[in-house]
């Protein structure tokens, strides 16, 4: 009797200590993208950096005029642009998000919308690509599409979509 117990516990446990994992990991890969967020708000490049792995780089895409346009950024470009923000807070506003991960790798999938000065700059999806290394949970990849706002369009200053020009849209949206 007591090995049919054994047998009849055995997968309850197997399976609870899995859900515990699953779900451990899924907060440690949250809250790498979530500490980026945080230091794009606090203009943190020390912060923003330590959430990459060395290798990681940005993608950036956008529809204009029926093309497909994008952009490669470096993670030290776009510390660059980051450090000079100054009182200029980026926010970006997640309204769904999806997790996936498979042992060491990790994605995440969500709907957002960007802000700098309090203002709607563009929408769009944000996907990342992460690894477990020995100092946790690292970014690899970011890939973004870039959804202009009517505001943006009808000012002709829709291509102006990059990253490095975020705080001039700001400025012309004034």
């Not at 606090?42 to 529809?63: C, G, I, P, Q, Y």
């Not at 993670?75 to 997640?94: C, E, P, Q, R």
């Not at 563009?122 to 970014?139: A, C, D, P, Q, R």
């Amino acid at each position: 009797m007591k090995n049919v117990t054994y047998l009849l516990i055995l997968p309850l446990w197997l399976f609870y200590s899995s859900s515990v994992n699953a779900q451990s990991a899924k907060k440690e890969v949250t809250e790498s993208v979530q500490q980026m967020f945080d230091a794009m708000y606090e203009a943190d490049t020390s912060k923003f950096r330590s959430v990459f792995h060395h290798s990681a780089r940005f993608l950036s895409t956008m529809r204009h005029e029926g093309k497909t346009l994008y952009e490669y950024v470096s993670v030290d470009d776009f510390v660059l642009s980051l450090a000079t923000v100054g009182d200029s807070t980026w926010k970006t506003n997640i309204l769904s998000e999806t997790t996936k991960i498979d042992e060491n790798i990790a994605m995440v999938w969500m709907d957002y919308e960007f802000f700098v000065k309090d203002k709607f700059i563009y929408s769009g999806i944000n996907m990342f690509v992460l690894i477990h290394t020995e100092s946790g949970w690292k970014i690899t990849e970011v890939v973004d599409t870039r959804k202009a706002p009517e505001t943006l369009v009808k000012s002709g200053h829709e291509e102006d979509l990059q990253m490095s020009s975020s705080l001039e849209i700001a400025d012309r949206l004034d």
